[in-house]
């Protein structure tokens, strides 16, 4: 028997040059993904990295795996084929705001319903970056782009919210530049059976720079952001000094003391409380991080299999189907 190979995160790094701009949160998550993929003990040709296009669609390139870089929203849908056919492998979707959720909001809207073992990475900065700025599915109301110069009035898509009405059984989110957020989250979602769904904010210090700053900055982040754990308390602050507790006159959330005796535990079973908690946003209330639902359940290729026992074995090659000589005759 052959000694165990362990690989390090140089393994998953590719030789290509990394191009993005320079200060980019791409750059911080091509980092965590390196390190959480040897953590995890994967192996890279086990691994494939699937995306569509945009800044964010250059990650395959840079990963020393397997990979598709596909055409604009389609990263799910290719994604789907491969992993029907292929089951065993380890199939990520990297896609931006724009590509995700606008040209690819159907692609990705039932990759989630029907539970398709894919770890859907969504790097949201806000904006369409490759294209040089113009405001994407995720822009805030008033954001000032070419295509909006006097601010845009388009009502933003809220991307968990999404990912949860489309019936996402997993969904988390972490910061760009948080190594060991991020980490965890993209541990937990490869250890998920089915569908996951992970939002990144990511910085595009060209076009939307600072755009998180009300919760990522060093100064507001004890204030502002609430990393959820199953089963803790939904505490934050400093020493943990404040809590959510639920108003039962409104039916929202609400800031009480940590030590409050109505402060919320989080349970990422119940998709009440993560709608709660991923329409929260600075500065009333803190934004939600970490695994915000997860419920078990069983993958679309699972049941595939189950159903198919021969599985998606070829009966004739395409060649052979594109040269027969049936014809029709329309009168």
Known sequence: MSAEVHFSAKDFASSEEVRWCPGCGDYAILKTMTQTLAKLGVRPEETVFVSGIGCASRFPYYMETYGFHTIHGRAPAVATGLKL???????WVVTGDGDGLSIGGNHLLHALRRNIGLKILLFNNEIYGLTKGQYSPTSRLGTRSPSSPGGSFDSPIVAGLFALGAGAGFIARAID?????LGGVLEAAHGHDG?????????CIVYNDKVFASFTDKGNAADAQ????????LTFGENNSKGLRLDMG??????????????LIHDET????????????????????G??????GQSFETSFYAAHPTGMARTARVADVLRQTNTWSVD
């Open 177 to 181: 530049t948080d190594k060991l957020g």
């Open 226 to 233: 609430i990393r959820v754990e199953h089963g803790e308390p």
């Open 270 to 289: 119940n998709a009440t409380m993560a709608q709660l908690l991923l329409a929260m946003e600075p500065p009333a209330l803190p934004m939600a991080l």
């Open 291 to 296: 695994v915000i639902h997860r419920r078990l």
């Open 195 to 203: 569908a996951t769904f992970v939002e990144i904010f990511q910085n």
């Open 85 to 91: 056919f292929r089951p065993e492998l380890d199939v």
């Open 250 to 263: 409104s039916l929202t959330l609400e800031v009480v003391g940590g030590q409050h005796s109505d402060v």
